[in-house]
C-alpha cells in the first residue's frame, strides 16, 4: 500500500443559487475526504459567484478500498446572521481515485482545474464549483 498527499486547490463557484433575498451571500465550502475535513475561508459579498482560491491537503492510502472512498465531498455553504444555522447552497463530489492511482504509478500526477456540477438535494443544478488537484506520492 502506498501513501502520499492529495491537494485540493479550490479555486471558485459559478452560478451559485441565491440563499439572500436582500444582500449578497457569503459562502464557505466544507471539504470532506473520509473521515479528513477542512472548511474554507469566507468569501464575503461574492455573492453568487465566490473567489477563494485556497489549498487544502488530505493524506490518502492507494489502494484505500471500495471505490466510495475515493470520493471528494464539497459542500457550499452561505453564513446566516439571522437564522441559528448556515444553508446548504449545494453539494459536489469528485472521484480522485484516477488521479491518485497514476500519482502512485508515476510520482505525482494533477488535473488543473475543472468545473464541477453543484447539485441541490433534489438533485437539480445548482451551479458550477472549480478545482484542482494535485497527488504526490509519498518519498
Known amino acids: 500500500m502506498a501513501g502520499g ?4 486547490t479550490l479555486v471558485e463557484a459559478q452560478g451559485l443559487k441565491n440563499m439572500d433575498f436582500f444582500v ?9 475526504y473520509g473521515n479528513q475535513k477542512h472548511t474554507s475561508n469566507v468569501a464575503k459579498g461574492s455573492g453568487t ?4 482560491n485556497e489549498k487544502f491537503t488530505f493524506n490518502v492510502e492507494y489502494p484505500g478500498g471500495e471505490d466510495h472512498k475515493y470520493m471528494l465531498w464539497f459542500r457550499i455553504m ?4 439571522l437564522l441559528d444555522h448556515d444553508v446548504v447552497v449545494g453539494e459536489s463530489k469528485v472521484y480522485v481515485k ?4 497514476l500519482g502512485t504509478e508515476r510520482g505525482k500526477a494533477e488535473l488543473r482545474s475543472a468545473k464541477h456540477r453543484v447539485v441541490l438535494q433534489d438533485k437539480t443544478y445548482a451551479g458550477e464549483i472549480s478545482v484542482a488537484l494535485t497527488f504526490t506520492l509519498n518519498s
Open 5 to 8: 498527499v492529495l491537494e485540493v
Open 24 to 32: 449578497k451571500m457569503n459562502t464557505y465550502v466544507v471539504i470532506q
Open 49 to 52: 459567484k465566490p473567489i477563494w
Open 78 to 81: 452561505d453564513t446566516q446572521k
Open 98 to 101: 484516477d488521479v491518485i492511482a
